[in-house]
Structure formats: structure tokens, C-alpha cells
């Protein structure tokens, strides 16, 4: 039967890869590529060297364009998700059926770690449930980027007895900074939501590229930070035409 992996290949650095992760390539016999776009090339050309230095002898590669996806804020925002993730199911099964072998191991490389605001395993289950290929899965963990920032700001996100939030970038700005949650990370915010909330009290560490040459790291009072995190990311983003970021919120102590 076909084997599946679905590889965390960490936020951005290659030594990033665990153990689990290089041996997991090794025996990789396809990789299936979902491309997002030309401005990300930079992020395609590390996942092709990632297989070059780790991926046994005689492997195949396999790119093509992911679905497009509609990033817009609306109110049917979960149904727009539903929606491409549809599409990404038709896409994924597709590649499966036609580019891996009926005793072949594909593999899918997903950056961070693939049980922490990624699709791929969603994916994978609705390709099963549709009943037209046929296949086994594995998923291999990865270094996130809530676990490179951490890192990199030399910091902890949990304290003594208080619990740490992970939300996105639309529900801070839709709710605000989280009651009864000091430490709330924020992902996936295209939009800047920490320039958006009450900064009183609160101090940031933020991090964008983590674990890459481009990596930014700022941290302080959010009153403080934020405007120059704001002008950051606005150049960052204009040099490179993307930006990945995440970042801490945490209550300062009374």
C-alpha cells in the first residue's frame, strides 16, 4: 500500500529537521511540492535542499501550484477554509494517484509543525474519505514557530500556574487581547492586530523569518514596540513580498 508522510521541516532553519524528520526524507521515494506562489521561492528553494542533502538516491520531485486561497476577513471566513481545503483535497489526490506508486512512500513537506495551524492532515483525511485512493499515513513532528520564538527571545511561554493561549491574527483583532490569559500567542496575523489593542500593560516578543538569515526579532512594551514593529514588517514585507511572523502578548507582572 502506498505510504504517506507528512514531514514538520521546522520554521525556517535547516537544522531545524529533527532525527525523526532526516531519516523520515530518507525514505521518501516522491516528494509532492504545493508551490504558493513566486514571491515565496526563497521557501521552495530550502524545502529542494532539504531533500538534495537528506533524500536517498534516485528520489523524484514533484511541484506544482497549490490551490489559491481567498485571505479576505468575512463573516463566512470558515466556510472560505472549508472551501480551499476542498480544493487542496482534489489537488492532493490527484498527485497521489498519479505520481505515487502503489508500494511508494510521497511525502508532503510542511513547515513548522504539522499539528499546529496547517491543513495537510485535514487534507489527507478527506482524500480518505472520498474513497478513490488508497493510501496509509504518517506524520512526523516538527519545531514550530511558536517553539523558535520562544527560543530565540530566551524565553518561557508558560508561568507558574497560568495557561498560554495560541490564537490568530483575525481573532485577536475581532476580540481583543483573550480575558483571563496573560500569555497569548498570535499567528497567522496578516493585518498587524497587536497595533490594534489596548497596549497598557502588556509587553510583546515578536519574530518574523524565524531561523532564517532575515530573521526579526523585536521584544519590549507593546506602547513601545509596536510602531516599529509596524515599519518592519512594512519593509520587510515590501523586499520580500511576504511575511511569516508570530509573536508573545503577555500581561506584565502586578
Do not use: C
Not at 104 to 115: F, R
Not at 117 to 130: G, M, N, P, Q, T
Not at 147 to 171: D, E, F
Not at 175 to 200: H, N, Q, R
Amino acid at each position: 500500500m502506498r505510504k504517506i508522510l507528512v514531514i514538520g521541516i521546522g520554521a525556517g532553519d535547516p537544522d531545524h529537521l529533527t532525527l525523526q524528520a532526516v531519516k523520515a526524507i530518507a525514505r521518501t521515494d516522491v516528494f509532492l511540492l504545493l508551490d504558493k506562489n513566486e514571491e515565496r521561492q526563497d521557501l521552495v528553494r530550502l524545502r529542494l535542499e532539504m531533500v538534495e542533502e537528506h533524500g536517498r538516491p534516485g528520489h523524484r520531485v514533484v511541484q506544482v501550484p497549490d490551490a489559491e486561497r481567498d485571505r479576505r476577513t468575512q463573516p463566512g471566513y470558515p466556510a472560505v477554509v472549508h472551501s480551499w481545503r476542498t480544493r487542496r483535497a482534489e489537488l492532493v489526490e490527484r498527485l497521489i494517484a498519479e505520481q505515487v506508486g502503489g508500494e511508494e512512500t510521497g511525502a508532503l513537506l510542511v513547515w513548522g509543525d504539522p499539528g499546529l495551524y496547517d491543513s495537510v492532515i485535514a487534507v489527507l483525511d478527506e482524500v480518505l474519505d472520498r474513497g478513490e485512493v488508497s493510501f496509509d499515513y504518517e506524520v512526523v513532528p516538527g519545531i514550530s514557530s511558536v517553539s523558535a520564538l520562544a527560543a530565540s527571545h530566551r524565553t518561557v511561554l508558560t508561568r507558574v500556574s497560568r495557561p498560554v493561549r495560541i490564537t490568530t491574527g483575525r481573532r485577536l483583532a475581532a476580540e481583543g487581547f483573550p480575558a483571563g490569559s496573560d500569555d497569548t500567542v498570535v499567528m497567522l496575523d496578516g493585518k498587524a492586530a497587536f497595533a490594534s489593542i489596548d497596549p497598557a500593560g502588556i509587553d510583546i516578543h515578536y519574530g518574523a523569518y524565524l531561523g532564517t538569515a532575515d530573521e526579526i526579532l523585536v521584544s519590549g512594551p507593546l506602547s513601545e514596540a509596536a510602531p516599529r514593529i509596524a515599519e518592519l514588517r512594512r519593509e520587510a514585507s515590501e523586499r520580500k513580498g511576504w511575511i511569516m511572523d508570530s509573536y508573545l502578548l503577555r500581561r506584565t507582572e502586578d
